[in-house]
T-cell receptor, first 112, second 111 residues
Framework: DAGVIQSPRHEVTEMGQEVTLRCKPISGHDYLFWYRQTMMRGLELLIYFNNNVPIDDSGMPEDRFSAKMPNASFSTLKIQPSEPRDSAVYFC??????????FGPGTRLTVL | DAKTTQPTSMDCAEGRAANLPCNHSTISGNEYVYWYRQIHSQGPQYIIHGLKNNETNEMASLIITEDRKSSTLILPHATLRDTAVYYCIVLRFSGTYKYIFGTGTRLKVLA
């Protein structure tokens, strides 16, 4: 299995631009998670889905952030408009049932 | 969700056992203990988990005290590649299903 796939691996953008991060979970997994990691706040859960339905989005920082899961094999996390404080590494993870989560390699986002 | 407390950093000599402690004194009966590690800036990697009994796999052993208020992750023969940040997480399966990552322990394996 290829594991969780994220793209792009690195993204540099300017303040005010829209940013879209992508995730392909492990085939057969029905839970998908988006995390953000910064030096100041560590690893934080932003949102998670079960069977493509958002279950808990209490970690989404503000309305500029949105996440979708149109099908079982694809999810996006969008930031519009982006701000420098959004600079972080964003991880996607998936699990089969309420079991071990497997993380992707992450997307390093830099907002100038 | 139960909170966890871990030492900020530890050193271990290569080839020796690394014992990483975790305190989770407010853990509930249905909450599992999970361990992950993060090497440099890679995605967190699953190591092991348990509920009550001690567990062992090809990577590590997990020792959970009888009262379940603390646990120890044991890497039996640490190598330089085990240098990483190790996270202890307490996870409840009922209701919201969330990992709450703490600050972890930065383990440095010394040659």
């Amino acid at each position: 299995d290829a594991g969780v796939i994220q793209s792009p691996r690195h993204e540099v953008t300017e303040m005010g631009q829209e940013v879209t991060l992508r995730c392909k979970p492990i085939s057969g997994h029905d839970y998908l998670f988006w995390y953000r990691q910064t030096m100041m706040r560590g690893l934080e859960l932003l949102i998670y889905f079960n069977n493509n339905v958002p279950i808990d989005d209490s970690g989404m920082p503000e309305d500029r952030f949105s996440a979708k899961m149109p099908n079982a094999s694809f999810s996006t996390l969008k930031i519009q408009p982006s701000e420098p404080r959004d600079s972080a590494v964003y991880f996607c993870a998936s699990s089969q049932g309420k079991d071990t989560q497997y993380f992707g390699p992450g997307t390093r986002l830099t907002v100038l | 969700d139960a909170k966890t407390t871990q030492p900020t950093s530890m050193d271990c000599a290569e080839g020796r056992a690394a014992n990483l402690p975790c305190n989770h004194s407010t853990i509930s009966g249905n909450e599992y203990v999970y361990w992950y590690r993060q090497i440099h800036s890679q995605g967190p990697q699953y190591i092991i988990h348990g509920l009550k009994n001690n567990e062992t796999n090809e990577m590590a052993s997990l020792i959970i005290t009888e009262d379940r208020k603390s646990s120890t992750l044991i890497l039996p023969h640490a190598t330089l590649r085990d240098t990483a940040v190790y996270y202890c997480i307490v996870l409840r399966f009922s209701g919201t299903y969330k990992y709450i990552f703490g600050t972890g322990t930065r383990l440095k394996v010394l040659a």
